[in-house]
Structure formats: C-alpha cells, structure tokens
Nanobody
C-alpha cells in the first residue's frame, strides 16, 4: 500500500506561481511513474503532467507546456509540480498519482489540493 499526500495549493491571481508537493510513503518514488491530474468543478479528471520512473522523460498536457514543470525531490520520496503563469482555467483540485511498473492504470492517488486562480 502507498499513501500520497498533496500540499501547496491556494488562491492566487493570474500570472502568479504555485509549487505543489506530493509526499509518498510505502514505496520509493524512484521505482514508479509519478503524475499530476486535475479536476475542475463539473469536469472530469484530466491529465496534467507525468515523470517516468527513472526521470528519463516528462510529458505535459498541451495547455500547460512551458508553464508547468514536474520533478522529484533528491530523496525520491516527494514529487513536485511547479506552476508558473497561472491562468483562471488552471483552477481545479490537483491530484498526484503513482503508477507501478507493469500496471496499466494509476494505482494510487492522493486526496487532492485546491488551486484557485482568479482576479
């Protein structure tokens, strides 16, 4: 069993930045893909960013490319999502997720952290 806990959300103005954190326990982050998803009110959950188990590559939703950066901490127990130039359409609950090697779906999810971007 893996536990994921997100933090770092908040209410900001357009153009501001936030850094989300996801602390994992139970399994090392270095052996698993980590990803960020988000869900806006009345919308389905959508993919935002992912980083491979060995940090060899990252992938992003088109609308956040150049603005968001996913990374891992030095001890591999924490994943981050640096969000720059935030826009109102980025408003959502952000979830971190872990996919075990060989799994077809994301196996573990955090409880989410709210990000609100408004003037």
């Amino acid at each position: 069993q893996v536990q994921l806990v997100e933090s770092g959300g908040g209410s900001v103005q357009p153009g501001d930045s936030l850094r989300l954190s996801c602390v994992a326990s139970g399994r090392p982050l270095s052996s698993h893909e980590m990803a960020w998803f988000r869900q806006a009110p009345g919308k389905e959950r959508e993919f935002v960013a992912r980083i491979s188990w060995n940090n060899a590559f990252t992938d992003y939703k088109d609308s956040v490319k150049g603005r968001f950066i996913i990374s891992r901490g030095d001890n591999q127990s924490t994943a981050y999502l640096q969000m720059n130039s935030l826009k109102p359409e980025d408003t959502a609950v952000y979830y971190c997720a872990m996919r075990l090697r060989g799994s077809s779906t994301h196996d573990y999810w955090g409880q989410g952290t709210q990000v609100t971007v408004s003037s």
